[in-house]
């Protein structure tokens, strides 16, 4: 039977390396977790972990005994088909002879599966070519039908005397298309080139706010936070961090964002009079940053 050590005599911790993971279905990953020794002699620590066998998510810990300042790994199977949401993990240290536990959480966030969506799409969009093509062409159509269209087919291949003057009327509206929206394209890059929002103006420090929200896969509210952001901007319309990374062309922003875990989210957004918006919006995660010159 172990000696009981008093928790004024002994004291550890458990942490997580990273508290916040979005992952792909048909990954595992390993998370590194910290048994820190606090107080006393070095004992062996019970690492315990919860895991969501519900949902087809699992968590292992190896090794599920360290001594207290080691280190053990959580990994996570997502397997494929697994649901995009939300899932709490949280571990859990013990040793025997003390009341003493310390316990972190990771949530992994589960994006969706763009293969699935793609091949989903492709499917629906097939379906609407083959109903179309249905509509068209009804098997029941009455012979005095079809003969109609054969002769409206062959009244179609007869050339006509107004023929050549419509096609001359269409390829002269889409060359007149064309150059309209050349001259509108310049007309907007002048117009920016001499506004307040212009590349040669934006260059600075700016200051605002970054949301972050996690979706619940429960359902109801999402948790949120928000805090300080501060972005670089150069001349060139270049987005420099620390936070937020990418490229500003005109009126709009394309880059991304990096999480305090090393994690990236994909950002779309706008610029307008010295403010830059940019968004991440998915079924788990949804990251808005909005900063001001």
């Not at 571990?91 to 990771?106: C, H, I, M, P, Q």
């Not at 699935?116 to 098997?139: F, I, L, V, W």
């Not at 054969?150 to 007869?158: I, P």
């Amino acid at each position: 039977m172990a000696t009981f050590v008093a928790q004024s005599d002994f004291d550890f911790s458990v942490r997580m390396s990273t508290h916040t993971l979005a992952v792909k279905p048909g990954q595992t990953i390993p998370i590194t977790v910290l048994v820190e020794a606090v107080k006393g002699e070095p004992r062996p620590i019970l690492l315990t972990a919860s895991d969501w066998r519900s949902a087809g998510l699992s968590a292992e810990i190896v090794p599920s005994t360290v001594p207290s300042g080691g280190v053990a790994t959580l990994h996570v199977t997502v397997p494929l088909g697994t649901p995009p949401g939300s899932y709490l993990f949280t571990v859990r240290g013990a040793t025997e002879g003390t009341f003493k536990t310390s316990n972190d959480s990771l949530t992994v966030v589960v994006e969706p599966d763009k293969e699935e969506k793609d091949n989903q799409d492709r499917k629906d969009a097939n379906q609407d070519q083959r109903g179309a093509e249905t509509r068209e062409e009804p098997s029941g159509s009455p012979p005095s039908a079809r003969a109609k269209r054969g002769v409206l087919a062959r009244s179609a291949k007869t050339p006509s005397a107004r023929q050549p003057a419509g096609s001359q009327r269409v390829g002269l509206i889409m060359i007149m298309a064309v150059m309209f929206g050349v001259l509108a394209y310049y007309i907007g890059t002048q117009l920016r080139s001499g506004s307040g929002g212009s590349i040669s103006g934006m260059s600075g420090t700016y200051v605002g706010t970054s949301t972050f929200c996690i979706n619940s896969v429960m359902g109801g509210s999402p948790e949120c936070g928000t805090s300080n952001a501060s972005i670089q901007i150069d001349s060139s319309g270049d987005v420099l961090g620390p936070v937020l990374f990418g490229k500003i062309d005109g009126s709009t922003f394309a880059g991304q964002a990096n999480a305090g875990d090393g994690t990236t989210f994909p950002m779309t957004g706008t610029y307008s009079n010295g403010t830059l918006t940019a968004r991440h919006t998915s079924s788990s995660v949804n990251w808005t940053i909005t900063v001001h010159k």
